[in-house]
């Protein structure tokens, strides 16, 4: 009769502690592989009562994202960039706003993807790799050489026979090759062409 027709207490919390596997000191949870993980959750009030549940969590795999190393392209062309692998269950995100795992480029910088497993449009996880594209520029390289008159010449991957020398004082070839970037390298070689010294 002394007590009012409705009363209740509220217990502070004195600890709190979960139990199941990769538990660590009883408050941390580290799942080591994605699915769904089940543990028990324990509070303790400053009453000494104990309420009991149990936790479901989902662990997601985190995603993994590698560009590779950075690009060379030569001027005028593109390059496709794209991860190692692609998920289809990630949600991916270029620092240029495309949102496909591939992206092709023709202009240098640097660029980023970001990869995520998203639950209502909340990131749950994600990881992120960059790479530079930088230009390499198509390459005209000029070689002068000498040749006696009536000698083949070899050399710089150029082979010219004598009687290509005609009569005349200097004689210009050139050749396309392949630079180490892949690029077109436009070699230019010029013969300086000694004339016979005839002995009587």
Same mark, same amino acid.
């Given at each position: ?90 949600? /991916?995100?270029? %620092? $240029? ?8 480029? *023709?202009?240098? @910088?640097?660029? #980023? !993807? ?50 290509? /020398?005609?009569? %005349? $004082? ?8 392949? *630079?180490?970037? @892949?690029?077109? #390298? !436009? ?14």
């Amino acid at each position: 009769e002394l007590l009012p027709s409705v009363w209740d207490y509220r217990g502070n919390v004195d600890s709190i502690y979960f139990t199941g596997n990769q538990v660590i000191n009883h408050t941390t949870l580290q799942p080591d592989a994605p699915g769904l993980n089940t543990y028990g959750l324990t509070i303790v009030d400053d009453f000494g009562c104990r309420y009991d549940t149990i936790v479901h969590i989902t662990t997601y795999e985190l995603p993994e994202v590698s560009l590779g190393d950075d690009r060379q392209i030569c001027s005028g062309e593109s390059v496709t960039l794209a991860p190692d692998t692609i998920n289809n269950t990630f949600q /991916y995100l270029w %620092n $240029t706003g495309a949102t496909t795992p591939t992206l092709t480029v *023709s202009t240098t @910088g640097t660029y #980023s !993807l970001s990869a995520s497993i998203l639950s209502n449009n909340n990131i749950l996880c994600q990881s992120s790799d960059t790479v530079t594209v930088t230009e390499s520029s198509n390459l005209s390289t000029e070689l002068d050489d000498v040749v006696c008159a009536g000698h083949d010449f070899d050399g710089y991957n150029f082979h010219v026979e004598a009687n290509t /020398y005609g009569n %005349n $004082t200097f004689y210009s070839i050139s050749q396309n090759f392949t *630079s180490q970037s @892949g690029c077109d #390298s !436009l070699v230019t070689l010029t013969l300086t062409i000694l004339p016979r010294i005839e002995t009587v």
